[in-house]
Each structure stands twice: as C-alpha cells, then as structure tokens.
C-alpha cells in the first residue's frame, strides 16, 4: 500500500490550522480522516461533502482516539488553547495533556510521521505566557519520543489581524509593534501548504523543526495595505499606554514582541522552496483575506483573544 492510499488523521479539521492542513491534504491527494465531536454539525458535514472520512470521537476520550489512528499513515497535531479565551474553555495543562496524549497514541500506532503545530514563540526559556509555555512542553514530549515527527512553528496569523476590537470599523488599526518594529505573519493557507509538502517528504523534514511564516511587516506596511485595500486611510498605531496598562495579557504579548521573542525566526527563502506560493500580506489581503477584511471594516467589538 503506498502512503498516498492511507489516510492522514487531522486533528481541529474543523477549525482554522486544522482545515487549512485539510484542504491542503486534500488538494494534494491524500485521503484525510478527521476526529471530530459531533458527525451531524454543519462544519463535519462539510468536511465529508468535500471527502474526509468522519470518526466521532474527543480529545477527552483516548479511545476513541485510538480508533481514528487504526491504519493511519500520518498524524497532524493541533490543539485547543487557554490563548483562544471562552472558545474552547481549556487550561494550559489540558493543552499539555491533549498534545502528548496524541503522540503517545501516535507511537502505540505505528504512525509512519507526525506533524506537531507548536508556536513560532518560543525560547530557550519559559515566556510567562502559559499558552505559549505549553507548547514548548509539548514539543519536549515529542522530541523524546521514537516517533518520526516534524514541529511546525508557526507566526502568528494574518487571519487574525481581521479579529473585532482593533480598530478597523473607526478608520485606525492598533497592534503590537511599533510604526517601524517588524514582525513576522502567517497566511493560514500556507501553513496548509508547508504542512502537505512535510507529509509528502518526510525523510527530508523528520526530527525538525520548522518555523513558518508568510511575510515580514512593519505597522507602517500594515498602514499602506490596509488604507490601499480600503480605498480610505486606515491610521495604524501601537496599543496605547493605558490599553496596555489595563490589560496584562496585550501587555505581556506587547513585551514578548519588543525582547523579539514574538517577531518570528522563519526562514522565508527556505520557506518559499518549499511552498512557491508563499503570500505576502499584500497578496494574501487582496485575495483569500479580502471579504473577511471588508467585514472587519464593518464590524465592532471586543478583542476576544486570550480571554475566558
């Protein structure tokens, strides 16, 4: 049986990394399963429209993870996080739980390669920030395990620029880095993309890690894409004093960027080998990005990430 005839399980097929790996895998070739909480919800179903085998199961439940790793020739590995606030509900220790318990299983299974999607912020030391410090523990687990694997770091996402509660629907945009401070960004679709050429070359990428980015941007570039794709100036700023003195978590982030800690390692010459389709933020804006970001113009709130 050649690989392209076994499935590869997707963890979060559902969610953001995980249905970009999807699509990607899908694209590629290779059938995809997908472990996913209830079969009947609107976002399974549209998996399965578009070909991925279904098995019910929760990370809770490491049955039914077993189940869905039977005859599985690879394994991608993302979790829920304390970073993503009230949407999953989920502590920095179920996090740590989640991702080793996954690659345990992994090995038990005999899964041929696994992709572990940690996060580009990471050091050599703890960074304070539990969602972030849980992944490098994680990663330890996985590197100590006699599993072929590739970990995958990624930036922090362009998607992401679009949230509610940075400004967009005033006409101004806040963020964390200074007008003329750099910072790495990641396109979603191109973590799908460098995590399908992973599976599709394994020997080539197994026991590294690989950090991945899109672009590199100033706030002033985010200025210009924005206030070009807008047709209108969109003013961009750093997060303001008393923003950042009321609110620990932009804070900490806000430091964790300025000790570069945040600003991103990807190599982008390597990155752009591997995937030639590489979008800038310019590029990515202006396509994928556009209808979510002429919504963002629109749309008032909070900024929710990292709150429960």
């Given at each position: ?69 039977i005859g599985v020739y690879g394994v991608f590995s993302v979790q829920p996080s304390s970073g993503q606030g009230a949407l999953y509900g989920v502590s920095d220790e179920d996090e740590v739980r989640y991702g080793m318990q996954i690659a345990d299983i992994a090995l038990e299974s005999g899964v041929q390669h696994l ?71 990641l396109a979603l679709e191109d973590l799908g993309l460098v995590v399908a050429a992973v599976f599709a070359e394994p020997e080539r990428f197994s026991e590294t890690t690989l950090a991945a980015a899109s672009d590199n941007v100033t706030g002033r570039d985010i200025e210009a894409v924005f206030s070009e794709m807008a ?78």
């Amino acid at each position: 049986m050649s690989k392209i005839e076994q499935p590869i399980l997707v963890f979060g097929a559902t969610g953001q990394q995980g249905g970009a790996v999807t699509r990607a895998l899908l694209n590629d070739g290779w059938r995809v399963r997908a472990l996913v909480r209830n079969l009947h919800a609107d976002k399974a179903l549209a998996l399965q429209s578009a070909g991925v085998e279904l098995v019910q199961g929760d990370l809770n439940d490491p049955q039914s993870i077993r189940g869905a790793m039977i005859g599985v020739y690879g394994v991608f590995s993302v979790q829920p996080s304390s970073g993503q606030g009230a949407l999953y509900g989920v502590s920095d220790e179920d996090e740590v739980r989640y991702g080793m318990q996954i690659a345990d299983i992994a090995l038990e299974s005999g899964v041929q390669h696994l992709v572990y999607s940690s996060t580009d912020a990471i050091t050599d030391t703890p960074t304070g920030m539990g969602h972030f410090d849980s992944k490098a523990r994680i990663e330890k687990h996985v590197r100590a395990l006699p599993v072929s694997s590739t970990i995958v770091r990624p930036a922090a996402f362009m998607e992401m620029l679009l949230m509610p509660g940075f400004g967009l629907d005033q006409g101004r945009f806040n963020f964390f880095m200074r007008p003329e401070q750099t910072m790495q960004l990641l396109a979603l679709e191109d973590l799908g993309l460098v995590v399908a050429a992973v599976f599709a070359e394994p020997e080539r990428f197994s026991e590294t890690t690989l950090a991945a980015a899109s672009d590199n941007v100033t706030g002033r570039d985010i200025e210009a894409v924005f206030s070009e794709m807008a047709g209108r100036k969109i003013s961009y700023s750093r997060f303001d004093d008393d923003v950042l003195a009321s609110n620990a978590f932009l804070a900490k982030l806000t430091e964790l960027l300025d000790t570069g800690v945040l600003a991103g390692t990807a190599n982008l010459d390597e990155l752009r080998n591997i995937n030639p389709q590489l979008k800038t933020f310019r590029s990515w804006l202006a396509e994928s990005g556009r209808s979510a970001f002429l919504e963002a113009l629109g749309t008032s709130g909070e900024w929710g990430y990292g709150h429960n």
